[in-house]
């Protein structure tokens, strides 16, 4: 019987690191993919890609926030499942004239407008105060609740509150100075 390999520092330091930092989120992670898509046939296989794009990534040094970068993987991982559940085969086709092809994405006017909309909407989040940004990020684009951002942040609900609307409201102000918002909210009088 072969002895088993040693066990190196650097396998020992992952190793660790993945039962104190990962792992801790499999069974709120497992909820998550349950809900968001319930039709997903084997969750286990979904985890366990995660886990290793997890890896492969903290391998890249591209980690700041650990369950944040976990549950987006887990999430894109879920939609390249539908996705390839929606690739169709496609068959010999004698005349290629008969067929009609519509396409389904954007023509170039509206792609260069997405485009200009999502680099402004970068711009006015690269100036908000380093805190605010935190927040704002792991809200809207890793969809963290209150709790988790404070959690991972080391900051109070009500502070991740606070940071949240501060960001909103700045974001608005760089959009309304930029002619992009008339109004930012209406008046007190009028809300019913």
Not at 18 to 44: K, M, W
Not at 108 to 118: C, M
Request: include cysteine.
């Amino acid at each position: 019987m072969p002895l088993p390999r040693p066990v190196s520092t650097q396998e020992s330091d992952q190793a660790r690191w993945f039962s104190e930092e990962v792992q801790p989120h499999e069974a709120s992670l497992r909820s998550y993919l349950r809900g968001q898509f319930p039709t997903l046939p084997d969750i286990d296989d979904l985890v366990q890609e995660s886990y290793a794009r997890l890896i492969r990534a903290k391998k890249a040094g591209r980690i700041s926030y650990v369950k944040a970068f976990l549950f987006t993987t887990a999430r894109n991982a879920a939609l390249d499942i539908f996705r390839r559940k929606q690739v169709v085969t496609i068959n010999a086709v004698a005349d290629l004239a008969e067929l009609s092809v519509l396409e389904d994405r954007p023509d170039v006017g509206e792609a260069v407008s997405r485009q200009q909309e999502l680099e402004l909407l970068a711009e006015a989040v690269r100036s908000l105060p380093a805190r605010c940004r935190q927040v704002l990020t792991l809200r809207l684009l890793y969809g963290l609740s209150h709790k988790e951002i404070a959690a991972e942040l080391g900051i109070s609900k009500y502070t991740v509150k606070a940071q949240l609307a501060k960001g909103m409201r700045r974001c608005a102000k760089f959009f309304q100075q930029r002619g992009l918002v008339t109004k930012l909210c209406p008046p007190h009088n009028a809300m019913p």
